[in-house]
């Protein structure tokens, strides 16, 4: 793979240019790719936005050798939500489980890669610097949606119908899909639960294997092109195992 050889930084955008590239990477994947749309979204200048973005932190994983952006995440904490009129994902979940709670919280969104870096290092580092960030922050709960391509539900029945069954979040923090899609829509005899799993995207499935769950019933995003669900991380749940693969680098190549 061509990146065999690579290394990559990690830093939050401090600039309008930072922004600018966090944006045409999200236009890239988002739009182009997956065929979302939006208000506010920029096809003249490649770029995927909307109102949240000057409320929040973006986190930008760049190629060293090339300096470009091959991976971002949007990062929004609950002092930044009030600033902003809510969260993000208020708009498709009922969030009062985690907001009543008390304990404080870390939304996290626009998540992607550069097709070209999917399936090696670079989720990891975006990982590892989510971890600095939540530790300087003392983050307890993260949340956000997370999407599956396409709002086809018969192609998805299988993966959401074990997300259901097996990740289901535990009652206090179980939010609730205000445009409620259910995601048993099959009987555990008929789902291919090794053939689910793959067809889970690679967010999801680095969410689970930190030990997030999931909210209940899926949200379906036509505008966006999109299925999503909620995925909720707390990290007083996490493993010492997971603790320790979200904070330890990888021997760098």
């Given at each position: 793979m061509a990146e065999t050889q690579t290394e990559f930084t990690v830093s939050l955008a401090t600039t309008d240019a930072d922004l600018?590239?966090?944006?045409?990477?999200?236009?890239?994947?988002?739009?182009s790719e997956m065929g979302a749309d939006g208000a506010l979204v920029d096809h003249r200048e490649g770029l995927e936005k909307d109102t949240f973005?000057?409320?929040?932190?973006?986190?930008?994983?760049?190629?060293?050798?090339?300096?470009?952006?091959?991976?971002?995440?949007?990062?929004?904490?609950a002092d930044q939500a009030v600033n902003a009129g809510g969260?993000?994902?208020?708009?498709?979940?009922d969030l009062s489980p985690l907001?009543?709670?008390?304990?404080?919280?870390?939304?996290?969104?626009?998540?992607?890669?550069?097709?070209?870096?999917?399936?090696?290092?670079?989720?990891?580092?975006?990982?590892?610097?989510?971890?600095?960030?939540?530790?300087?922050?003392?983050?307890?709960?993260?949340?956000?949606?997370?999407?599956?391509?396409?709002?086809?539900?018969?192609?998805?029945?299988?993966?959401?119908?074990?997300?259901?069954?097996?990740y289901l979040a535990p009652p206090p923090l179980r939010c609730k899909s205000r445009s409620y899609q259910p995601m048993d829509l099959l009987e555990a005899s008929a789902v291919d639960r090794k053939r689910a799993m793959v067809e889970c995207p690679a967010l999801i499935k680095a969410y689970l294997r930190l030990g997030g769950t999931v909210g209940d019933g899926a949200f379906v995003d036509h505008g966006f092109n999109t299925t999503d669900v909620l995925m909720i991380l707390d990290t007083a749940r996490m493993t010492e195992r997971q603790k320790r693969f979200y904070s330890t680098p990888k021997t760098r190549a």
């Open positions: 600018r590239a966090a944006q045409a990477l999200r236009y890239e994947v988002f739009v973005d000057a409320f929040c932190d973006h986190m930008i994983i760049r190629e060293t050798a090339t300096d470009r952006v091959v991976g971002v995440y949007r990062l929004m904490r969260f993000y994902s208020e708009a498709e979940y907001t009543r709670s008390g304990r404080r919280l870390l939304e996290l969104g626009r998540s992607c890669l550069h097709p070209e870096f999917r399936g090696g290092k670079a989720l990891f580092y975006l990982w590892v610097g989510l971890n600095a960030y939540v530790s300087e922050h003392d983050i307890e709960i993260l949340f956000g949606t997370a999407s599956f391509a396409g709002t086809d539900l018969n192609a998805l029945s299988g993966p959401l119908s074990v997300l259901n069954r097996d």
